[in-house]
């Protein structure tokens, strides 16, 4: 069983300082996915790695993909308010595996 | 629209009423998804179709719950008996052929379902 692990679950951040969220799966995957979920909203894709060495950047986000160490990390760069939401990353192998998100919660 | 709309988005009903959630997901995807994510949960994988087909039921929590897929395109999520931890949100996303795109999920708004 496909298994997907993030960390940290919970993650308080001040404004200004740069922080990494950790997603780690257990088998062979090349399509690792990253989505932001707003409170009371519905999931919204931000990344799509498919390679291993794969690195995308939008704004203060960044994610890289390590297939070989199956790892993916989103790094945000100097925290701000509107980041506030829950990340979860996804696995595909044929159907999709989710890990349990992280609650980001940005604070002056 | 050209997004995956699900309907209705709300729904309260008593316990032990049958409900139906509906899907209808972006024109051409081949996948669809739903999944349950209760508050301030993870998601749960309920069941996914490929086609018209549903390669894995493995997620559907017991009996109660089925879902079928016709034409290709719309689907719907049957509960039946509903139970209180039946409440969460049901969230249905569609997606291209692995094989010859992203294979990125997109998601709709989700049904909120409330059972009293």
């Known amino acids: 069983e496909l298994k997907v692990e993030q960390n940290p679950l919970f993650l308080s951040m001040q404004e200004g300082k740069n922080y990494t969220i950790y997603c780690n799966y257990s088998?062979?995957?090349?399509?690792l996915y990253w989505y932001r979920q707003d409170p009371g909203k519905s999931l919204e894709s931000l990344f799509v790695?498919?390679?291993?060495?794969a690195v995308k950047q939008e704004g203060r986000l960044m994610a890289s993909l390590d297939t070989k160490a199956r790892l993916s990390t989103l790094h945000i760069t100097a925290a701000v308010h509107d980041l506030s939401a829950t990340y979860f990353c996804?696995?595909?192998?044929?159907?999709?595996?989710f890990g349990a998100g992280t609650q980001v919660v940005v604070t002056p | 629209g050209a997004g995956v709309s699900q309907s209705p988005s709300n729904k309260v009903t008593e316990k032990g009423k049958d409900v139906e959630l509906r899907c209808d997901p972006i024109?051409?995807?081949?996948?669809l998804y739903w999944y349950r994510q209760s508050l301030g949960q993870g998601l749960e994988f309920l069941i996914y179709?490929?086609?018209?087909?549903?390669?894995?039921k493995s997620g559907l929590p017991s009996d109660r719950f089925s879902a079928e897929r016709t034409g290709g395109s719309v689907s719907t999520l049957t509960i039946q008996r509903t139970q209180q931890e039946d409440s969460a949100v049901y969230l249905c996303?569609?997606?291209?052929?692995?094989?010859?795109?992203?294979?990125?999920?997109?998601f709709g708004p989700g049904t909120r379902l409330t059972v009293l």
């Open positions: 996303a569609s997606s291209s052929q692995l094989t010859s795109g992203r294979g990125e999920q997109f």
């Open positions: 088998t062979t995957s090349d399509r």
């Open positions: 790695l498919l390679s291993n060495g």
């Open positions: 996804a696995v595909s192998w044929g159907k999709f595996q």
């Open positions: 024109s051409g995807h081949t996948a």
């Open positions: 179709f490929q086609g018209n087909s549903a390669p894995d």
